[in-house]
């Protein structure tokens, strides 16, 4: 500290002085080169913003011009537009009138149509790009589109582009309101990124069928051919001495400059001036700001100088094409103009600085020698403090009053006093504040330990910390009736042993005790006091000089109450705050204490509650790592929770993974996400089960809940319910469609006969009628068999009859029953049944069930059978269909594919056998065949319903017997074993 060079406070004010009047004339000084500064740049501003405005109205005025181009050759390019559609589209109108009057007389509607569609469809125009199109106003439907021929015969009336415009409807309405017409909308465009775009099409109505002739073409390829043409237009454009347009896409792309070797180029990371400025990505930085438009400044070699030139550009920006105009030129009369004047202004400074230094150094001279005088008045009393204050320092002693030349000596000598006093004071509260966070410290590593024990030790720090003789710790129950005394102590840390009687007092007997827990704060008292009076130290026969006794409040209870008694001093409130900032400290490590214990409770009666769910529950943190991990998912994935905790889900339940990106969602959104019904295949087998995902948002925790339940059979129930609505619906559309093709069957049959009546020679009226025409019956009928026309007679009404025994069956078949169980034949019910798979469109397109050999074996003795008809009918379809669909499975070298039914008498019982020799099937699936929705047919074919269903007819309606039996290769063997009565 000695050895720094410090300034002396005597020598402070000459130097203070020498520093005002510097400072002063330096503030002079700078508000005058302020001022300067200020008239400078304002001279040249002026002059700067003169120029400008009239740079910046010159640039303006001009891109207003190239606005005005670019909108004219707009209006232009739409009329060009509809002229020139109005003219491609006459031309197809011309062709398809030509060919209507050609053949009108020669060829059908659909043969016209067919000749001009074709004739229209190779017309191309604009390079290609440009086709037509045909379209109904009667229904909508489209006739031709050259472009895109997979749009033909396709009902187009209520397709709409990305507004909401009804395309077709709106092409409709012009054709039959106006003949002829303009239409825009969007759409999409041949080869392009499947977007929609904006396209104008010409239609005229074509009265003949009904049409309207279209064509049309992409508003942005006629807008890129004008675009082309604006460019090249710019490019050539130029003003004054040094003006010219540039322009740019959105993107920074180049399209225009005066430079041509820069076109083309990205204007955001290429383009900078002659000092490295980036002018271009600042020009496209106001290109995309919200005005769109702005000024840009920056400088340039003028060309075929070495001189630098400062530029101003005016970029205004065209939304509608996502352009960026520029217009430019060259600012150097006003560089030029601003030099001469900066160099005028320049020596008026230069002289006015030079009066002011001279000032300011006659200012200094006489400052200093007045401070001089002054300063060495000041040093004399300063060394007389100064010695008295580090004799008092050293020595620890307290200042005497001196005589002091100056009465601020004398307060400062006052206030070291009053230091001294405090020093000793606070070293005292540092001291106790010390051994206070010792203990304190020291209770953090007592967790262990009983709390007796942690009574005791605290109580000995409070006296060690408040110099007291005796003092206690006491608890007080929750209605402040009883305080139970801990723990007693004296100064030496002995401890008080009391019986288990006197441990406990009722709380308005406790004398001390009972004013703090009324008044629910420290109280101090200094003065003596009777030790008889207070049962709070009852081993004590002397008097009690003083006492300080704290309570603890928590929640406006007190559960704790100390005290201390007969130190040497008085007791104070830092003494107060102590001992209540060491009691609520014991106070909080026993909350503490029980508190984890309570946490460890409740932590494993959440796992136990968790672990004995049914459900799948997983825990898993925002970054997709598991935190809790149940048993049932230690079922599910077979992987322990202490093997999955920590580790990613992905990696531990791999089907959740296409799951993982919700988390962040759900706990953005803190709504939970629920995916039913999601499949996933094990073994083979497909299950379903139902993945729901809670969000998780506490304190220290950010993540999700995951429940897995299996609702496989859920799933399967509600499928087979489905199932059989959509086999009613069926049913019913099949009895409807019975009925409709049974009349028509009836009026061909009829005409048949009618027909075969007035063919015959036996009839007067028929040889009459023959005679009129000069013929006789004789010769009809021999025409008629020469021709082999009474064949064809008699194959109609054979078809005919076979068609109206089969719509007789599907009848049959498809009535509802209402549950009726009627007394059956099984071997008609069976032929019926044949019949129907013969003529079943699938089984012949699929199948080819005519192939099939069915050997029949019907015992003489088989009973009548109750039953329901059309259930039992339904079982016999869906054996006969599923060995059909096996047969078909399967190669035959020397054997075709057969098909043996036998029905024979058992007992009670009628047995019903269907066997083939199809390829058969193994042990698994034989055994899992009644399943619901279990089949061995690909995906598409089979619904794995049919033999489910055929189980529950015949096991639950009919209280039969349905059994299979098959070997691999060798087919299968159906029996159904139906009772005899009810």
């Known amino acids: 500290m000695l050895g720094h060079s410090r300034t002396s406070l005597s020598a402070a004010p000459f130097r203070a002085s020498f520093f005002v009047i510097l400072s002063m004339s330096g503030i002079l000084g700078l ?40 909108e004219y050759s707009k209006s232009q ?36 149509k067919s000749m001009i569609i074709e004739a229209i469809r190779p017309l191309r125009f604009d390079t290609g790009k440009g086709y037509y199109f045909i379209g109904r106003t009667d229904d909508g439907y489209i006739e031709l589109n050259a472009d895109r021929p997979e749009l033909e015969k396709v009902f187009l009336k209520d397709t709409q582009d990305t507004d909401g415009r009804y395309i077709i409807r709106e092409m409709i309405d012009i054709a039959l309101q106006k003949g002829a017409g303009v239409h825009r909308y969007k759409w999409s465009k041949p080869e392009a990124d499947g977007r929609n775009y904006g396209k104008v099409t010409f239609v005229k109505f074509f009265a003949p069928f009904k049409w309207f002739i279209g064509s049309g073409v992409y508003q942005d390829d006629m807008q890129a051919a004008m675009q082309q043409n604006i460019l090249k ?14 322009c740019f896409n959105e993107d920074g792309t180049i399209l225009v400059d ?3 070797m820069r076109r083309g180029r990205r204007l955001l990371s290429n383009v900078v001036d002659s000092e490295g400025k980036a002018f271009g990505k ?147 509260i540092i001291h106790n504040d010390k051994l206070r966070l010792d203990t304190l410290l020291d209770l953090g590593r007592m967790a262990d330990r009983s709390q007796q024990d942690i009574s005791d030790f605290v109580l000995k720090r409070m006296l060690a910390i408040t110099h007291s003789e005796r003092g206690y710790i006491a608890c007080v129950n929750t209605d402040h009736s009883i305080i139970s005394f801990q723990s007693f102590a ?123 769910m049914p459900s799948v529950l997983i825990c898993v943190d925002m970054n997709g790592r ?52 999601v499949p996933y295949n094990k073994e083979g087998v497909t299950y379903y089960e139902t993945i729901t995902i809670y969000p998780l948002i506490a304190e220290q925790v950010t993540g999700v809940v995951i429940r897995i339940d299996d609702v496989t059979e859920k799933v399967h129930i509600e499928d087979l319910m489905i199932q059989s609505e959509k086999m009613l619906s069926v049913g019913g559309l099949a009895a409807g469609m019975a009925h409709e093709i049974n009349n028509p069957l009836a009026g061909i049959l009829q005409n048949l006969q009618v027909v075969q009546n007035r063919l015959s020679p036996d009839l007067a009226k028929n040889a009459e009628v023959a005679r009129e025409f000069g013929m006789s019956m004789d010769d009809i009928v021999g025409y008629l068999q020469k021709r082999g026309i009474d064949d064809m007679f008699m194959s109609i009404n054979e078809s005919a009859k076979r068609a109206a025994k089969l719509v007789l069956n599907m009848l049959s078949f498809s009535r509802k029953s209402d549950s009726s169980f009627t ?160």
């Not at 009053?401 to 000793?424: S, T, W």
């Not at 008044?519 to 026969?541: F, H, L, M, Q």
């Not at 905790?645 to 988390?663: A, G």
């Not at 008498?905 to 058969?920: H, K, S, T």
Request: glycine share 6%; net charge negative; with cysteine.
């Open 626 to 677: 598991v935190m809790q991990w149940n048993k049932e998912a230690e079922r599910v994935t077979g992987i322990s929770a202490k093997a999955a905790e920590s580790r990613l889900l992905s990696h531990v339940f791999p089907r959740l993974t296409n799951h993982l990106w919700k988390i962040q969602t759900v706990i953005a959104s803190g709504t939970p996400s629920e995916d039913r019904k």
């Open 77 to 112: 390019m739409d009329q060009l537009i509809e002229t020139e559609l109005r003219d491609k589209v006459q031309i197809a109108y011309i062709s398809a009138s030509h060919l209507y009057s050609l053949y009108k007389n020669d060829r059908t509607q659909e043969e016209l």
């Open 282 to 428: 600042e020009m496209r930085s106001v290109a995309v700001s919200g005005k769109k438009k702005g000024f840009v400044q920056y400088s340039r070699r003028k060309p075929g100088t070495t001189n630098r030139v400062m530029r101003l550009n005016y970029v205004k920006t065209y939304p509608e094409w996502g352009w960026v105009f520029v217009t430019g030129i060259d600012m150097d009369k006003m560089e030029e103009e601003i030099a001469l004047e900066g160099e005028r202004l320049g020596k008026i400074a230069l002289r006015d600085f030079a009066v002011f230094f001279f000032l300011v150094l006659i200012a200094i001279s006489f400052v200093g020698v007045i401070a001089y005088f002054h300063s060495l008045k000041i040093r004399h009393g300063i060394d007389l403090f100064t010695d008295f204050f580090k004799d008092a320092a050293d020595k620890k002693l307290k200042l005497e009053d001196a005589d002091f030349q100056y009465n601020e000596f004398a307060i400062l000598g006052e206030f070291a006093n009053k230091m001294v006093d405090e020093r000793n004071e606070k070293e005292q």
């Open 823 to 982: 007394s059956q034949d099984l071997c008609e019910l069976m032929d019926v049944t044949l019949d129907l798979s013969a003529n079943d469109y699938d089984l012949r397109k699929k199948y080819d069930f005519k192939k099939i050999v069915v050997e029949k074996r019907y015992a003489a003795d088989v009973p009548l059978v109750p039953c329901e008809i059309t259930n039992i009918q339904q079982v016999f379809l869906n054996i006969i269909k599923n060995a059909a669909f096996a047969l078909s499975e399967k190669e035959f070298h020397d054997d075709g594919p057969r098909l043996s039914i036998r029905i024979a008498r058992e007992e009670r019982m009628v047995l019903v056998e269907i066997a083939d020799n199809g390829p058969g099937m193994d042990e698994k699936t034989r055994k899992r065949i009644f399943e619901p929705f279990f089949t061995t047919k690909p995906i598409g074919l089979g619904t794995g319903l049919g033999m489910s269903i055929s189980y529950f007819i015949v096991h639950d309606q009919h209280n039969g017997i349905i059994e299979v039996k098959s070997e691999e290769g060798k087919g299968a063997v159906f029996s159904i074993r139906l009772p005899c009565q009810r």
């Open 490 to 612: 004296d100064r030496s840390g002995d401890t008080w042993q009391k019986k288990e009687s006197e441990i406990s007092y009722f709380s308005y007997k406790a004398g001390f005790v009972t004013n703090a827990l009324q008044k629910k704060e420290p109280i101090i008292c200094n003065t003596s006091s009777d030790a008889r009076e207070s049962v709070v130290y009852p081993e004590s026969n002397g008097q009690i000089r003083n006492h300080l006794d704290v309570p603890i409040v928590d929640n406006d209870r007190v559960p704790l109450i100390a005290g201390v008694c007969n130190r040497q001093g008085q007791y104070s409130d830092s003494d107060a705050v102590q001992l209540t900032l060491l009691l609520e400290g014991m106070w909080h490590h026993f909350l503490k204490t029980s508190s984890e214990k309570e946490m460890i409770r409740l932590r494993n009666l959440l796992k136990g509650i968790n672990d004995s």
């Open 31 to 70: 508000f005058w080169g302020y001022d300067e500064y200020l008239t400078y740049n304002f001279t040249l501003g002026s002059i700067r913003e003169r120029y400008q405005r009239g740079y910046q109205n010159r640039l303006t005025e001009e891109m207003e011009n190239v606005i005005g181009f670019v």
């Open 233 to 246: 237009r710019l490019s050539d454009i130029r003003f004054g001495e040094s003006g010219d347009f540039s």
């Open 258 to 260: 005066f430079d041509k």
